[in-house]
């Protein structure tokens, strides 16, 4: 099956007609809320905060390894009695990162307010905040004010955003595999299951180092398995010097690779630029840059071809349209991460779904191995290879409240 690409030497101006929807909900989310669901403002519950408070789950009850420790899910409550809910992961460092003390910092913020003046609750229009990263806070306060709005008006919430798309199409995101064939048996098995695209996460050796040899091997005998027309995309994590970089760069120009994820750091500016001008692959980068604000110099300066973002990073889902607008003036694709539960992917899945300029749903490979038993719904691909858009409210996959009773080892409040 041929692919779309969209990148910063062909995308030429995709307009959306739901862009303007998008841009009014940003700015006005309860508006953009009543408007979606052809309501008055006025007719929307009472969405007063009344109550914060977080799910502590038993990790032993969910068969988790003693080293991840219990799950904690944010939840914030209006007077209507309308549950917003997100997770609070510890994954993703971040120079601001501690969801350890989420809960008392929003019941200051939040207690009293109303999610009506949600831009006002989240805003990262403040000097520290722009200069030194969104504190990961408020990305939960925001995913939980989303999924309330969106269960306020009885619609998920990219068709509060803008709707644009009803489905992604999905590539199979491997682990950290160890060997050749351990990547050549994962292709397989993704194939086996529908996907039509793989993107490679390479080895990762002790010490965490790497091998860059090692990674052309995968990529060359990956190439082999999937066919010439079968899109393969492959992410480092900023593993690579810039010298071993451009060597797996132009390998992956001659096996037609679509993407080439943080091949170095970040940080490297003047890399990056380097490495999207001489390669003909799209170089992605985005997930490890910590406010909207931060995008621009890297756009630019031509240091990517494709942005990214992690919504808990930048604010949010707020924070994600942002990047996905910039990107979309600037002609380029965006391409969100997902990873992790069917709230990590729920949120990216609902700017996905409203930005016009994204092309693919990042799905954890093998499916299904992030599943949580307190969800009543399950994120997979249609026969297609594609994710379709959820259809109940707010984030759009329903906690199972019983199990998650059932599950929880103590309510923090």
């Known amino acids: 099956m041929p692919t779309k690409m969209v990148s910063r030497r062909n995308f030429l101006g995709i307009s959306a007609p739901g862009a303007l929807a998008g841009a009014f909900a940003l700015a006005d989310p309860a508006a ?3 408007q979606a669901a052809a309501i008055r403002r006025g007719d929307l519950p009472d969405l007063t905060i009344q109550e914060v408070k977080v799910y502590v789950l038993d990790a032993r009850k969910l068969g988790a390894a003693r080293d991840e420790g219990d799950e904690r899910i944010a939840a914030i409550v209006t007077k209507s009695g309308i549950e917003g809910n997100y997770t609070l992961a510890e994954r993703y460092w971040h120079p601001n990162w501690s969801n350890l003390g989420w809960l008392e910092y929003a019941k ?9 003046d949600l831009p006002a609750l989240t805003s990262q229009w403040i000097p520290s905040k722009r200069r030194f990263g ?26 509060v955003l803008g709707a644009y798309s009803d489905r992604v199409r999905a590539y199979a995101s ?13 292709l397989q098995r993704a194939r086996a299951d529908g996907f039509t695209a793989y993107k490679i996460h390479p080895p990762w050796l002790p010490g965490d180092t790497v091998d860059y040899k090692l990674d052309m091997e995968v990529a060359k005998a990956v190439r082999k398995q999937a066919g010439d027309d079968f899109p393969l995309l492959f992410d480092r994590v900023g593993g690579y010097t810039r010298e071993e970089a451009i060597k797996v760069g132009r390998l992956l120009d001659e096996l037609n690779y679509i993407s080439y994820e943080d091949p170095i750091p970040t940080s490297d500016i003047d890399g990056l630029a380097q490495l999207a001008e001489a390669l003909d692959i799209p170089v992605t980068i985005g997930e490890f840059i910590f406010s909207p604000y931060g995008y621009a110099e890297y756009i630019r300066r031509g240091a990517c071809d494709v942005v990214r973002f992690i919504v808990d990073n930048i604010g949010g889902i707020v924070g994600g349209m942002k990047v996905g607008r910039l990107a979309e003036c600037f002609s380029l694709e965006c391409q969100p991460h997902n990873w992790g539960t069917a709230l990590d992917h729920a949120v990216h899945f609902q700017c996905e779904l409203a930005m016009p300029n994204c092309v693919w749903f990042e799905m954890t490979q093998p499916q299904g191995i992030t599943d949580r038993p307190y969800f009543k719904d399950r994120i997979r691909i249609d026969k297609e290879g594609y994710v379709p858009a959820p259809t109940k409210p707010g984030l759009g996959y329903e906690l199972d409240r019983d199990v998650l009773d059932n599950l929880t080892k103590t309510i923090e409040r």
């Open 134 to 159: 969104q504190l990961s806070y408020a990305s939960a306060i925001d995913n939980c004010l989303w999924d309330i709005l969106g269960k306020a008006v009885k619609l998920p919430v990219y068709r």
């Open 174 to 186: 491997s682990q950290h595999h160890k060997t050749v064939e351990d990547f050549v048996a994962d």
């Open 108 to 116: 200051a913020a939040l207690l009293g307010k109303s999610v009506l």
């Open 32 to 34: 953009g809320a009543a």
